[in-house]
T-cell receptor, first 112, second 114 residues
Framework: DSGVTQTPKHLITATGQRVTLRCSPRSGDLSVYWYQQSLDQGLQFLIQYYNGEERAKGNILERFSAQQFPDLHSELNLSSLELGDSALYFC???????????FGEGSRLTVL | AQTVTQSQPEMSVQEAETVTLSCTYDTSENNYYLFWYKQPPSRQMILVIRQEAYKQQNATENRFSVNFQKAAKSFSLKISDSQLGDTAMYFCAFMGTNAGKSTFGDGTTLTVKP
């Protein structure tokens, strides 16, 4: 158990819909990262937050947005969903200055 | 921008043997972190080993060790005494010391055969 909690574990929805994925980082970790892993592919970095502020941005689509709240949990919002958005979405948190990532179990999104 | 290349999409090894997974990266930064992560069929991402670029000594964790060649920008993972439970996809990853954007390789699928 990494200590990072992601909900929901599985989500099935239709094209055009909007979903929210939630992540609670490990206790004490201020950084939260979001990654997308499409079937049998590597991890694509989406976005990072540090203590509520956006810190780094990757290849995140304009239809996607994220935020980190004062209690440090984070949400990834995916809107106008397309079939190609079907993927495993990981959240990870990191202790300060180590760079080490602790991953949640992921949220598997299926868009039909 | 950083890039991470894993040139071996698939590898296999006999149980109890040794296998080496390759990783090369490109960066203009001098200080950074490198990692190997394991993703078994459960899809959970598990940290295998971590290397800080300023440390010349290669990291080791039990049966796992790395060969870090900073000048060559190479970071290979050696698994000794391979076990069936080592069957997984292995990802090489780079992170700058600002601990911001991270870059993962495309992964190497390792199969340990009995």
């Amino acid at each position: 158990d990494s200590g990072v909690t992601q909900t929901p574990k599985h989500l099935i929805t239709a094209t055009g819909q909007r979903v929210t994925l939630r992540c609670s980082p490990r206790s004490g970790d201020l950084s939260v990262y979001w990654y997308q892993q499409s079937l049998d592919q590597g991890l694509q970095f989406l976005i990072q937050y540090y203590n509520g502020e956006e810190r780094a941005k990757g290849n995140i689509l304009e239809r996607f947005s994220a935020q980190q709240f004062p209690d440090l949990h984070s949400e990834l919002n995916l809107s106008s969903l397309e079939l190609g958005d079907s993927a495993l979405y990981f959240c990870a948190s990191s202790p300060r200055f180590t760079g080490e990532l602790f991953f949640g179990e992921g949220s598997r999104l299926t868009v039909l | 921008a950083q890039t991470v290349t894993q040139s071996q999409p698939e590898m296999s090894v006999q149980e109890a043997e040794t296998v080496t997974l390759s990783c090369t990266y490109d960066t203009s930064e001098n200080n950074y972190y490198l990692f190997w992560y394991k993703q078994p069929p459960s899809r959970q991402m598990i940290l295998v080993i971590r290397q800080e670029a300023y440390k010349q000594q290669n990291a080791t964790e039990n049966r796992f060790s790395v060969n870090f060649q900073k000048a060559a920008k190479s970071f290979s993972l050696k698994i000794s005494d391979s076990q069936l439970g080592d069957t997984a996809m292995y990802f090489c990853a780079f992170m700058g010391t600002n601990a911001g954007k991270s870059t993962f390789g495309d992964g190497t699928t390792l199969t340990v055969k009995p």
